[in-house]
């Protein structure tokens, strides 16, 4: 195991560029608490976080104008940062046949209610999701290309080798990730 | 012994100052014009620096030691992801810029991972090149000592290490900076531009080691006094690279093709030899230059003294 004297610099050094990191990514707020643990001998690195809510769910409302049409919904997007997602979400649900992107800011979705539509949201739980595991890439050495993932809705983990991932360091993981989500937030 | 300085001043009546730098026996390097401001490199004999200063104080200019000048280092980062780009890897780079070095930053192809990280011939080769090279590597202590001083052994030119963690000494490398590792942000907090001098004083000091070799058996010319032959070349004149003739320790970087122009180079005439005989020419493992390694003094006089008995 990775002595906090021996490589005391390495411990100072990933603590404060993970930090950094999910400051640029703006989900600093979102990781109450982080372990990073690493053997060079062995080797393993392993990054734990325990995750924070996401931001509260975005309804449609929040970012586009709904009109009825006569063929459905016509959607007017007020805020363009969320149109991708949104597209995302409209295709999943209504089907590629029935979505009309008529202009950058405006959709059409045939056969939906201004009701229904209304009531929809979109999940930021998986952009956050993204984006710490974007983080993860950042920081992670970047030789450890054999990576094992546990993640549930409190708390994510990541180990990763250089080659063979032994049984081991899976438990090493699985023991992380129990600790992480009854951690207490940093 | 020349000494090179830069001029960083204005361009009104900056004539005056090529003309005094050729009066005085000296060559201009490199000149880099923003505007009206004006950077211009000179190498110009150690003694005649007075009176370059008080031309430069006339032109309202001032003069600015760059140690590092009439030099093309390598910064060699274990790959070219962001884990080591764009800091600090080029951050040191520009640092060494700064005190007048030519720099080129390189990625190993597979220099990541511990027992993984590797160098190959080719890019040993590419390094050997310049005329030191740094590298820069990260935070594991274990990973350094035990793994990453593998990257820079039988190189040929000096090196210089940059790590993080605290290291007494390294095999293979004739200077080691720490305190540096991995970075995400640029390097601009006072700890870190400390570091960066750090490093930068280090390749100093291998820079110095290196001359001092070379003056032991002086070289033939000065790379300067080859440099403003070959830049009358049409083909040098022609090539819109930034720097087309860039100048080693011992000899220079042209940037025109080897095979297209090996014997225009070669009929350069240089105190009455040619430099095909006061230098050695081959291509360079980066397409599209020539390098020119100067042979030394002895050599010239020797090589003479054999043509002469025949």
Same mark, same amino acid.
């Given at each position: 195991?990775?002595?906090?004297?021996?490589?005391?610099?390495?411990?100072?050094?990933?603590?404060?560029?993970?930090?950094?990191?999910?400051?640029?990514?703006?989900?600093?707020?979102?990781?109450?608490?982080?372990?990073?643990?690493?053997?060079?001998?062995?080797?393993?690195?392993?990054?734990?976080?325990?995750?924070?809510?996401?931001?509260?769910?975005?309804?449609?409302?929040?970012?586009?104008?709904?009109?009825?049409?006569?063929?459905?919904?016509?959607?007017?997007?007020?805020?363009?940062?969320?149109?991708?997602?949104?597209?995302?979400?409209?295709?999943?649900?209504?089907?590629?046949?029935?979505?009309?992107?008529?202009?950058?800011?405006?959709?059409?979705?045939?056969?939906?209610?201004?009701?229904?539509?209304?009531?929809?949201?979109?999940?930021?739980?998986?952009?956050?999701?993204?984006?710490?595991?974007?983080?993860?890439?950042?920081?992670?050495?970047?030789?450890?290309?054999?990576?094992?993932?546990?993640?549930?809705?409190?708390?994510?983990?990541?180990?990763?080798?250089?080659?063979?991932?032994?049984?081991?360091?899976?438990?090493?993981?699985?023991?992380?990730?129990?600790?992480?989500?009854?951690?207490?937030?940093? | 012994?020349?000494?090179?300085?830069?001029?960083?001043?204005?361009?009104?009546?900056?004539?005056?100052?090529?003309?005094?730098?050729?009066?005085?026996?000296?060559?201009?390097?490199?000149?880099?014009?923003?505007?009206?401001?004006?950077?211009?490199?000179?190498?110009?004999?150690?003694?005649?620096?007075?009176?370059?200063?008080?031309?430069?104080?006339?032109?309202?200019?001032?003069?600015?030691?760059?140690?590092?000048?009439?030099?093309?280092?390598?910064?060699?980062?274990?790959?070219?992801?962001?884990?080591?780009?764009?800091?600090?890897?080029?951050?040191?780079?520009?640092?060494?810029?700064?005190?007048?070095?030519?720099?080129?930053?390189?990625?190993?192809?597979?220099?990541?991972?511990?027992?993984?990280?590797?160098?190959?011939?080719?890019?040993?080769?590419?390094?050997?090149?310049?005329?030191?090279?740094?590298?820069?590597?990260?935070?594991?202590?274990?990973?350094?000592?035990?793994?990453?001083?593998?990257?820079?052994?039988?190189?040929?030119?000096?090196?210089?290490?940059?790590?993080?963690?605290?290291?007494?000494?390294?095999?293979?490398?004739?200077?080691?900076?720490?305190?540096?590792?991995?970075?995400?942000?640029?390097?601009?907090?006072?700890?870190?531009?400390?570091?960066?001098?750090?490093?930068?004083?280090?390749?100093?000091?291998?820079? *110095?080691? +290196?001359?001092? $070799? #070379? /003056?032991?058996?002086?070289?033939?010319?000065? !790379? =300067?006094? @080859? *440099?403003? +032959?070959?830049? $009358? #070349? /049409?083909?040098?004149?022609?090539?819109?690279? !930034? =720097?087309? @003739?860039?100048?080693?320790?011992?000899? #220079?970087?042209?940037?025109?093709?080897?095979?297209?122009?090996?014997?225009?180079?070669?009929?350069?005439?240089?105190?009455?030899?040619?430099?095909?005989?006061?230098?050695?020419?081959?291509?360079?493992?980066?397409?599209?230059?020539?390098?020119?390694?100067?042979?030394?003094?002895?050599?010239?006089?020797?090589?003479?003294?054999?043509?002469?008995?025949?």
């Amino acid at each position: 195991m990775m002595s906090e004297e021996d490589e005391s610099f390495a411990y100072q050094n990933f603590d404060t560029i993970f930090r950094q990191i999910l400051q640029e990514l703006g989900v600093s707020r979102s990781v109450e608490a982080f372990r990073i643990m690493a053997d060079p001998d062995e080797p393993y690195f392993l990054i734990a976080m325990k995750l924070g809510r996401a931001r509260s769910a975005v309804r449609v409302l929040d970012m586009a104008q709904l009109d009825s049409h006569a063929d459905g919904t016509s959607i007017t997007i007020t805020d363009e940062g969320w149109a991708p997602a949104l597209l995302t979400k409209l295709w999943q649900r209504y089907g590629r046949d029935r979505v009309e992107q008529l202009t950058r800011f405006e959709l059409l979705v045939r056969g939906a209610t201004v009701e229904e539509l209304s009531d929809l949201e979109l999940d930021p739980g998986e952009e956050l999701k993204t984006k710490l595991l974007d983080a993860v890439w950042r920081l992670f050495p970047e030789g450890f290309k054999v990576r094992y993932e546990l993640a549930d809705d409190k708390a994510m983990t990541i180990i990763g080798t250089e080659h063979d991932m032994k049984e081991k360091w899976i438990e090493l993981a699985r023991r992380v990730q129990q600790e992480m989500c009854v951690a207490e937030a940093a | 012994m020349y000494e090179v300085l830069m001029y960083d001043g204005g361009v009104y009546k900056v004539n005056e100052l090529y003309e005094l730098v050729e009066d005085v026996g000296g060559f201009v390097i490199q000149k880099t014009q923003i505007q009206v401001q004006i950077m211009v490199t000179m190498a110009i004999p150690e003694e005649e620096r007075p009176a370059i200063e008080a031309k430069t104080r006339e032109l309202g200019g001032k003069i600015v030691n760059v140690p590092l000048a009439g030099t093309e280092i390598a910064v060699v980062a274990p790959t070219l992801g962001r884990h080591h780009m764009p800091h600090p890897t080029c951050d040191i780079a520009e640092q060494l810029r700064r005190l007048g070095a030519i720099t080129v930053v390189m990625g190993l192809a597979r220099g990541k991972g511990r027992r993984t990280a590797q160098i190959n011939a080719d890019e040993k080769a590419v390094i050997e090149e310049y005329d030191a090279a740094v590298f820069v590597l990260g935070n594991f202590k274990d990973c350094i000592v035990e793994h990453k001083v593998r990257l820079f052994e039988d190189i040929q030119v000096p090196v210089a290490a940059v790590c993080g963690p605290q290291i007494p000494s390294l095999p293979n490398c004739e200077a080691l900076v720490c305190g540096v590792g991995r970075k995400v942000e640029r390097m601009r907090r006072e700890e870190e531009i400390a570091r960066l001098d750090e490093v930068s004083e280090a390749m100093e000091r291998v820079i *110095k080691a +290196r001359r001092k $070799e #070379l /003056e032991e058996d002086p070289l033939f010319v000065h !790379p =300067a006094e @080859v *440099k403003d +032959r070959i830049s $009358e #070349l /049409e083909a040098v004149q022609r090539s819109l690279r !930034p =720097a087309p @003739v860039v100048l080693h320790l011992d000899g #220079l970087r042209v940037k025109i093709p080897y095979q297209e122009w090996k014997d225009q180079i070669a009929a350069v005439e240089v105190y009455g030899h040619r430099l095909g005989d006061i230098a050695t020419l081959s291509d360079s493992r980066l397409g599209g230059s020539t390098l020119i390694k100067i042979k030394t003094r002895s050599e010239v006089e020797a090589q003479d003294g054999k043509a002469g008995a025949k």
